[in-house]
């Protein structure tokens, strides 16, 4: 794998960045802390998602995780210090860590989850939040932040969305821990693979989109889907109308329909 050395990515302390072809890999590189989150993971999350997304060569980006657990939430020590912030301090943090939601959310590439273990809290977010994510069957999922007087707040916004009130209802207020089969079953997660075969079916599955699918249709269709659940019906296709016509004027477009027509394999 080759790094990039970017002024943000040399100074990187607890994530790992790689690319390996058109795969960006981020790995959340804290084990003996369980992966958990922090003002400065979010940071140094937020420079590594926008040095994929700015890499022409990435076309597929890779969430994953170093040691048992994929992210056990919020760091205890980060917890501590937060009680004595301001508002206006606790604020500033809370927004840092919903432009991360965001940014994933948004972000032009596809981003693919590889969960080998426990996903809770703020973790079990950046799992949901994906836009395939694959999981072991071991692993565990939850939104505890209710059994410690907090909120899962922002990610609430995503899950409503994504999965319905009922159910983000049952899933956030309860602070229930749940198995990947049930967050399976719940739309929250994609696949669930075994351990010894979860690595390469993430690598495979990302290459085959690498392969077979446009970048250029891709983000467009996410953009489409980030925009949808904001429009009324109407609205909503009338916005759909428009990407159509301006998915006609791309060069991928063209070059796919082409290949199509003419019955031509097309390595995108």
């Known amino acids: 794998m080759e790094n990039y050395p970017t002024q943000e990515l040399l100074a990187l302390r607890f994530l790992q960045y790689e690319v390996e072809g058109r795969l960006a890999y981020i790995t959340l590189n804290r084990p003996a802390k369980r992966n958990a989150l922090s003002a400065d993971v979010v940071t140094e999350l937020k420079h590594a998602f926008e040095t994929a997304e700015a890499d022409e060569e990435v076309k597929i980006i ?30 500033a943090d809370s927004t ?93 997660i994609t696949f669930l693979v075994d351990q010894d075969e979860l690595t390469d079916a993430v690598r495979d599955y990302a290459l085959r989109l690498v392969r077979e699918n446009s970048g250029n249709s891709m983000e467009m269709t996410k953009e489409l889907l980030a925009h949808l659940p904001a429009l009324s019906l109407e609205e909503g296709l009338r916005y759909a109308a428009q990407r159509n016509a301006d998915a006609r004027a791309t060069d991928d477009y063209r070059r796919g329909i082409a290949a199509f027509l003419n019955k031509e394999k097309i390595d995108w």
């Open 62 to 91: 890779i969430l994953r995780a170093n040691g048992d657990v994929f992210c056990a939430g919020a760091d205890i020590k980060y917890l501590q210090e937060l009680q004595a912030n301001t508002y206006q301090e606790n604020l």
């Open 96 to 188: 840092h860590l919903m432009q991360l939601f965001h940014q994933i959310n948004t972000l032009k590439k596809v981003v693919i989850g590889q969960v080998q273990g426990h996903a809770l809290a703020g973790g079990c977010g950046l799992a949901a939040l994906c836009d395939f994510t694959f999981a072991v069957p071991e692993a565990k999922f939850g939104f505890t932040e209710v059994k410690i007087g907090f909120l899962p707040a922002i990610v609430s916004v995503f899950l409503v969305r994504r999965l319905g009130e009922t159910r983000a209802k049952q899933l956030l207020l309860s602070g229930d821990i749940f198995s990947a089969q049930q967050a399976l079953d719940y739309g929250l």
